[in-house]
């Protein structure tokens, strides 16, 4: 994959003069992880540390009758062998269920199964040993006697009288329903000149991190404090979880996150595994390490997406579209997970739909079921690719219906980049969104015409591409609207404090995270910009629940817009105390100082005053010096949360050049585009990568990742190689390239950009398949992944 | 993913692997590219592992009597970069690029490979392809098998529970030796959804006495004779048609076997124009 450079412009606005945003400054943390001297939590190491391997339900749905530990007790190595019931003990059960989600319901969930599996891989017993190898061996004598009862598994059918109650105390299989209704979508349907139809399938799949989930609890009775190391991306939300479930005070939780190899959404959810971990280590009272293997990982990491979306939209024959109406149904495994819950991703489907469009007219019925397989959750763009499929699967429906082309009716229908402040369909609210001048941006990056004419010259030879496109919103910046008004304690303001060191260096301590993306980064460049050192002199911590600001950590693309302004409202708060320090022991007005590349300097001059290294000698060694009654605080933090929208919208399309092999079903990406406008670009080569990665992962859903199950709720493909993660030879070259709308609601104006790569592309992927064979008379596909098999049956050729 | 406890030792030579491989529950070790994978995953628990790799003269490629010889412990990417397979078993050369990736041709062993006989694996149909032969060392001694006769079922093979295999051969390329090669992988390097080794000789329209051997198809390489029949007497379309009969592929995770039939038929129409390029 070659990387395409396309730098947006330097932002004048924030460029002080020694601007680091607009720039790609390298990582700093690049040298020390490209050495092999990362800190991840499957590094760890601690005295007396012992390591836990889990006995797994067998079946998608049992009975436990007894489980019998005796010989598995007595195998070599191992310290403890725990059931569900003793556990609970320690650790209370928990319910994933929001307040704002009206009507949303699940099960207590413990630990370790107590009763009852519920899906095939969930934990039933624990056995803790001197190693994992020995942990493993004794788990082959742990002896669990199941009575399988009738797994439910297909969504389509949870709801059927006839079928079994997973929780008979819930009453049905329903978890969360959301009924959804503005304008007149009837009569938008009734008086349109076309309706089209079509049904939408979503396969699961999951994240595959690098490294798996990891976590290392660490109890000391001596202290009566639990340490946690833990490859999350929110310490503060674990914090508060490990407290609550094992009876402590959060002061005596102390979550560590040092580096974490990738999370894509994956690690931002309560596993029972991990929750198990924890409450051994205050059982046994000593450290328990728990890292998932693949094989674990595949039955326990959260799946995603698994949605059936019905859909129509109303057009007129000029091309305006007048409704869209959705029914989204998605199966969420046994138990809506904890503390985010399962409803959110159909919730942000009926959000999302339609929502790049001008279009008054919406009715959206979104259900969620209960179901015997893994737990399903949010993952990377959370319900963008659903919605972005069915709308843009959708729109070039209607406009191969009425004969327009898929560029036309977008520019009919895409809302004006002059219409903002408006709302979308389902009354989501944006601020300033650029579709316009993002189409008119990625058709000249493709040369649309001209691609186009290739596509025609080479459908006569036999060679049949296809060209798609997908406008899309994302939801970045979540103020508390996402989890805070459900009564979740997951904080949606981020703080960031920033030292002085006694030689004029500065620490940012910061609660958003690293989990690869380069968050710190991008703290160190927004810190350095607005103090005015040089990067250099900028030190980062994350991760530690002891010793950074509370926050809510790295998702839903909040850490360079709301952990970005935090520092840089912080290092201008520090700015205006070491001016304050200088301007005292120079005599001189600190507004007329100014920090410029770690010297003190005259604002209109630029002569360079005094060094900070000075001022922070003076401050720290000799304040005797200082006039009396003058205390210099060289340490400042500053929280933000976005309070004017809910979230901070985002926009973007995305576009897809392919080639359908027509005799072998099989499809070779040649070319992907992604224009996005994530507001201030603070990171040029960041910002490309997350959308880069974001584009593989949603290449990924469209063409190869799947979890397949069968009808008793097996995962048949639980490997890494029957489970297809997209590899680099697959992958197209992707250009990138922006709009920047900056937000006003933070002087940074950053939005997020995490989402934005995986929310297009499976829709413009999908779109370019259908353009490609839509004139050999094929079925429309709308069903992922694209698979050969599903080529061929399109053709009929199977 | 941690393997069950195993005893391991190094042969020192061909007999002391033969020797050791006496010990109840003992497997082989070559390159452990399948072996070690199963141990992690728990899917077999040998008592010990034998592991040949110390074993010497078992790396050699050479060309004997008209057939060229390759040693069990040639690593893929040995035999990727060997200018002698390259020239006498061009089959295998383009067979070479399409197994697993960089990291496991390094490690991974042609004599492993045949040994463990993955029925989507590409070296076990190009061995039949091309009418090779195994050459293996057991308890009573040295033998040969043929190819044809190697491949029993599902990881079954002639191989004995003491039996190493120590070489394959198979017939030099002459001017007139024709061979073809496909597969069709959803991703670069995964075992083959359909794959197709073909060998035949060039005589004018139609090639002589081709050999199609398939692989992802069955629980062996399969060799499609009734397509190989149709295929001599000159017609492409009566040889794909005959694969409903040759054929008889499972449903798995990748596709139903009504999809794998119909690639098989692509592939050989592809294949066969490899064949009758010079």
Avoid at chain 1, 755 to 780: F, K, Q, R
Avoid at chain 2, 121 to 147: D, N
Wanted: charged letters at 20%; one cysteine or more.
């Amino acid at each position: 994959m070659k990387i395409v450079q396309d730098m947006p412009p330097v932002l004048s606005a924030l460029d002080r003069p020694n601007s680091y945003i607009g720039r790609s400054v390298p990582r700093p943390n690049l040298a020390r992880l490209m050495q092999g001297r990362g800190q991840y939590v499957s590094d760890v190491v601690l005295p007396r540390m012992a390591h836990v391997a889990f006995a797994r339900s067998p079946h998608a749905h049992a009975r436990i009758r007894a489980i019998e530990t005796g010989r598995a007790k007595s195998a070599p190595g191992v310290i403890a062998v725990v059931t569900g019931a003793e556990l609970a003990r320690v650790m209370t059960p928990w319910v994933g269920v929001l307040t704002h989600l009206k009507g949303i319901k699940s099960a207590p969930q413990h630990a370790l199964a107590v009763d009852r599996a519920c899906w095939r891989g969930e934990a039933v017993c624990a056995v803790v040993a001197r190693s994992r190898a020995e942990a493993e061996d004794a788990i082959e004598l742990v002896e669990v006697d199941y009575e399988e009862l009738a797994p439910v598994t297909d969504a389509e059918t949870a709801l059927d009288p006839g079928t079994p109650v997973i929780h008979p105390d819930l009453g049905d299989n329903l978890t969360f329903e959301r009924r959804h209704e503005a304008g007149a979508p009837d009569t938008a349907f009734a008086e349109a000149d076309e309706v089209v139809e079509a049904t939408f399938r979503f396969g699961r799949h999951t994240g595959v991190t690098n490294e798996p989930r990891a976590v290392v609890a660490d109890w000391n009775p001596g202290e009566q404090r639990l340490t946690v190391y833990h490859g999350t991306q929110a310490p503060h939300m674990m914090q508060n979880l490990f407290a609550k479930h094992l009876a402590l005070e959060e002061h005596q939780v102390r979550v560590i996150t040092k580096d974490v190899g990738g999370s894509f959404g994956i690690k931002v959810h309560t596993y029972a595994d991990e929750m198990a971990t924890v409450a051994l280590s205050k059982l046994l009272k000593r450290p328990v390490k728990f890292v998932a293997d693949r094989i674990e990982s595949f039955v326990t990491d959260i799946h995603a997406r698994d949605h059936r979306v019905q859909a129509r939209v109303a057009v007129k024959r000029d091309g305006t579209i007048t409704a869209f109406e959705i029914d989204d149904l998605t199966g969420i495994g046994p138990y809506s997970v904890y503390p985010r819950t399962s409803g959110i991703e159909a919730n942000q489907v009926v959000n999302l739909t339609g929502g790049p469009y001008t279009c008054p007219n919406y009715r959206a019925l979104a259900r969620v079921v209960f179901q015997n397989k893994n737990v399903m959750c949010q993952y990377r763009a959370v319900g963008h690719p659903i919605a972005t499929a069915v709308t843009e699967g959708l729109v070039d429906l209607a406009a191969m219906r009425i004969g327009m082309d898929p560029v036309e009716i977008r520019r009919r229908n895409l809302i004006a980049d002059d219409a903002y402040p408006t709302s979308g369909p389902s009354g989501i609210r944006f601020e300033q969104l650029s579709h316009h001048a993002s189409l008119d941006k990625v058709l000249a990056m493709m040369d649309y015409r001209a691609l186009r004419a290739e596509q025609a010259r080479l459908r006569e030879k036999g060679v049949h591409r296809g060209i798609g496109l997908a406008s899309f919103i994302e939801v970045t910046n979540p103020s508390a609207a996402f989890y805070g008004v459900g009564g979740a304690r997951i904080s949606s303001q981020d703080g960031v404090t920033i030292r002085l060191d006694a030689q004029g260096a500065i620490i940012c301590h910061t609660g958003v995270t690293e989990q690869g993306q380069g968050a710190e980064a991008v703290i160190a460049q927004v810190a350095a910009s607005a103090f005015g050192v040089p990067i250099a002199r900028v030190r980062v911590v994350t991760g530690d629940t002891d010793n950074t600001p509370y926050g809510g950590g790295t998702w839903a693309s909040r850490a360079a817009g709301i952990g970005g302004e935090a520092a840089w409202q912080a290092g201008k708060a520090l700015r205006a105390n070491v001016l304050a320090v200088a301007g005292s022991i120079l005599q001189a007005a600190p507004e007329s100082l100014d920090i410029r590349n770690g010297t003190v300097i005259d604002r209109e001059t630029g002569r360079e005053r005094i060094g900070l290294d000075e001022v922070a000698r003076v401050a720290y060694f000799r304040p005797d010096t200082l006039p009396p009654g003058f205390q210099a605080e060289l340490m400042a933090t500053r929280h933000y949360v976005p309070r004017a929208w809910p979230f901070a919208f985002t926009n973007g399309i995305q576009a897809s050049l392919l080639e359908v092999d027509v005799e072998t079903g099989f499809i070779t990406l040649l070319k992907h585009w992604c224009v996005e406008d994530c507001g201030t670009v603070i990171n040029p080569q960041l910002v490309d990568e997350q959308v880069r990665g974001g584009v593989v992962q949603g290449l990924g859903a469209v063409l190869f990742e799947h979890c397949l199950y069968d009808e008793r709720g097996q995962l048949l493909n639980g490997n890494m190689a029957d489970y297809l993660v997209p590899m680099a030879c697959e992958m197209p070259d992707i250009a990138v390239g922006h709009v920047v709308s900056p937000t006003a609601d933070s002087e940074l104006g950053a939005k997020g950009a995490g989402e934005a790569g995986t929310a297009g592309a499976p829709a413009c992927v999908m779109n370019a398949v259908n353009d490609a064979l839509a004139p050999l008379g094929a079925a429309t596909i709308t069903e992922m992944p694209i698979t050969p098999s599903v080529v061929l049956r399109a053709l009929g050729r199977v | 993913m941690k393997p069950p406890a195993f005893a391991y030792a190094k042969a020192r030579a061909l007999d002391h692997a033969i020797e050791l491989l006496g010990v109840d529950g003992a497997r082989l070790l070559a390159g452990g590219q399948s072996l070690i994978a199963t141990l992690n995953m728990r899917l077999s628990s040998p008592s010990l592992l034998v592991d040949i790799n110390g074993i010497g003269g078992l790396e050699g490629i050479a060309l004997r009597d008209g057939r060229l010889e390759i040693g069990a412990l040639v690593r893929h990417v040995q035999a990727e970069r060997s200018a002698e397979i390259a020239r006498h078993a061009p089959l295998i050369a383009r067979a070479m690029p399409h197994i697993g990736h960089a990291a496991i041709r390094n490690r991974g062993t042609l004599g492993g490979s045949i040994a463990f006989a993955d029925p989507a694996a590409e070296l076990p149909a190009c061995l039949v392809a091309l009418g090779g032969e195994v050459e293996i060392a057991g308890p009573e001694g040295r033998r040969t098998v043929a190819a044809d006769d190697f491949f029993k079922d599902l990881f079954e093979t002639a191989l004995g529970p003491r039996d190493v295999l120590t070489a394959i051969r198979v017939p030099a390329a002459t001017a007139d030796t024709r061979v073809g090669f496909a597969e069709l992988a959803r991703r670069h390097g995964d075992y083959a959804m359909v794959g197709l080794a073909a060998a035949a000789r060039a005589d004018g329209k139609a090639p002589k006495d081709p050999r199609l051997v398939y692989f992802g198809v069955g629980t062996t390489p399969v060799r499609a004779r009734k397509a190989e029949a149709a295929l001599a007497g000159g017609s492409l379309d009566q040889a794909v048609a005959a694969l409903a009969q040759d054929l008889a592929p499972q449903d798995d995770v990748q596709a139903t076997a009504a999809v794998k039939t119909h690639l098989a038929g692509v592939l050989l129409r592809r294949v066969a124009q490899q064949l009758e390029a010079a």
